[in-house]
T-cell receptor
Framework: RKEVEQDPGPFNVPEGATVAFNCTYSNSASQSFFWYRQDCRKEPKLLMSVYSSGNEDGRFTAQLNRASQYISLLIRDSKLSDSATYLCVVNMESNYQLIWGAGTKLIIKP | EAGVTQFPSHSVIEKGQTVTLRCDPISGHDNLYWYRRVMGKEIKFLLHFVKESKQDESGMPNNRFLAERTGGTYSTLKVQPAELEDSGVYFC??????????????FGPGTRLTVL
């Protein structure tokens, strides 16, 4: 079983729509959670950290459910520029390793 | 401020040859990481330096891989001899020393390695 599982997609979504991605992680000792964004043939970039109480950054909302070991990302009013691969990432408190999901590809269509 | 830089951006070599990848972290970042993404798979951690010391090399696949960070500045990752399964994108990242909590890792553009 993979440590971090994501639906690979692609999710084809019309511009302006709302889209949600989910991710599950297997290690209950995971302490820190993130969503990274990766554009084609580019490096991953931190989109947002995910906090237990849930957090919002503009059109993006992240949620964490520790009991179910589940993380979500919601994108509202999607833009063409949101097209990318979204990577779910976790970290153990004991080290600095980032543990990655394989990513969910999002395509926003005009 | 300059970000993490990596050299070369692409490398194509034959099986059995040696390749050395270089990473220059963001100035002042003591933490330096190497990650790898093999085609169709998720990004995987290789190792972590704090200054010139290897803090965690649990992700290094085998002894054909050698990472160094002499002087605690730039780092090199040497693959010798390269095998077909070493093909992928090698990312380097750096972060500041933590004062509590997680410090964001900033990634370089990666080196795309193809072993023929």
């Amino acid at each position: 079983r993979k440590e971090v599982e994501q639906d690979p997609g692609p999710f084809n979504v019309p511009e302006g729509a709302t889209v949600a991605f989910n991710c599950t992680y297997s290690n209950s000792a995971s302490q820190s959670f993130f969503w990274y964004r990766q554009d084609c043939r580019k490096e991953p970039k931190l989109l947002m950290s995910v906090y237990s109480s849930g957090n919002e950054d503009g059109r993006f909302t992240a949620q964490l459910n520790r009991a179910s070991q589940y993380i979500s990302l919601l994108i509202r009013d999607s833009k063409l520029s949101d097209s990318a691969t979204y990577l779910c990432v976790v970290n153990m408190e004991s080290n600095y390793q980032l543990i990655w999901g394989a990513g969910t590809k999002l395509i926003i269509k005009p | 401020e300059a970000g993490v830089t990596q050299f070369p951006s692409h490398s194509v070599i034959e099986k059995g040859q040696t390749v050395t990848l270089r990473c220059d972290p963001i100035s002042g970042h003591d933490n330096l990481y190497w990650y790898r993404r093999v085609m169709g798979k998720e990004i995987k951690f290789l190792l972590h330096f704090v200054k010139e010391s290897k803090q965690d090399e649990s992700g290094m696949p085998n002894n054909r891989f050698l990472a160094e960070r002499t002087g605690g500045t730039y780092s090199t990752l040497k693959v010798q001899p390269a095998e077909l399964e070493d093909s992928g994108v090698y990312f380097c990242a750096s972060s500041q020393v933590g004062t509590g909590g997680f410090n964001e890792q900033f990634f370089g553009p990666g080196t795309r390695l193809t072993v023929l």
